[in-house]
């Protein structure tokens, strides 16, 4: 079972939960990551001054995103770790319309039918009971109203090469460490329908880094380290597989893909 310190990052050892923060500024950052996001939002009919909040904003990226287009009136970011919010704040300064609170997406404190656009961005797979957020979702807002939801295929990601390509090992021990469910957006659609919303486009996008990985080389060094750090292997070990996931850097050999998953849906 996944021990995803996102899912407790209330009780997550500080320094922890900074490095938590650092990569997803990294990886939002990459420009894939951001042509993904934009292709998503563009599935949405934006009303007028929308009031948008983002559920699981960490550090505030994609608010800061949302925020500075120019459908959006308000946005606000929720998290529930006051470190990341207040990191989140340090980041958007500049940005007038855009405000972030601490919030649990399970129990949010915001009153029913006050937002135009509700967005989920590689939030949905770390919180537990992820059926409570979208309830929670449908309930804060408007009738005809839209769900935003974008997330990893966890089960498809890979630094393989090869079959039985030893970094294999280390792409699914960090997965498993850090996502609560890897199979989350194959069970979106089923998921949306039940809360009650109205799906108005699924569709799925790819991320791939070959040259210059930062990312996903980062994925499987951090993989290596779980293992180890888990009695699978010893330290020297993860130290020789760390060195390969590098040596294909160096040789451009390396791969690293992660399949994500937009769906788009309406409050009716």
């Keep these: 079972m996944a021990s995803d310190p996102y899912a407790k990052i209330v009780d997550t050892e500080p320094a922890l939960v900074r490095t938590i923060g650092e990569r997803l500024e990294v990886r939002a950052a990459h420009p894939d990551q951001r042509a993904m996001l934009d292709a998503y939002l563009a599935d949405i009919v934006w009303p007028q001054d929308a009031r948008v909040v983002e559920i699981g904003c960490g550090t505030g990226p994609v608010a800061r995103a949302l925020a500075s287009r120019p ?13 990341l919010i207040e990191r989140a704040k340090e980041l958007a300064s500049g940005l007038p319309k855009l405000t972030f609170e601490v919030g649990d ?19 949905l797979c770390h919180i537990p009971g992820p059926e409570k ?33 030893p970094l294999q090992a280390c792409s699914r021990a960090v997965t498993d460490h850090n996502v609560m469910d890897r199979w989350i957006v194959r069970r979106l659609p089923a998921m949306a ?19 210059d990985p930062v990312y996903m080389l980062g994925h ?3 993989g290596a380290e779980v293992l180890a750090a888990q009695g699978v292997i010893g330290a020297d070990l993860a130290e020789a597989l ?22 788009v849906a309406r409050k009716p």
């Design 105 to 123: 997406a399970r129990n949010l404190a915001q009153a029913d039918a006050t937002f135009d656009v509700v967005v989920f961005h590689t939030a």
């Design 242 to 263: 760390k060195r390969e996931a590098r040596r294909r850097v160096t040789d451009h050999a390396f791969f690293g893909h992660i399949a994500y998953a937009s769906l």
């Design 220 to 222: 499987a060094e951090r």
């Design 71 to 83: 459908e959006p009136g308000a946005v606000l970011g929720l998290d529930p770790s006051p470190i």
């Design 193 to 211: 329908n039940a809360a009650g919303f109205n799906i108005t486009r699924f569709r799925s996008h790819g991320y791939a880094e070959v040259v």
């Design 133 to 165: 957020a979208l309830a929670e979702a449908r309930r804060i807002l408007k009738s005809g109203g839209w769900l935003a939801v974008f997330d990893g295929d966890y089960a498809s990601a890979t630094v393989a090469i090869a079959e039985h390509d």
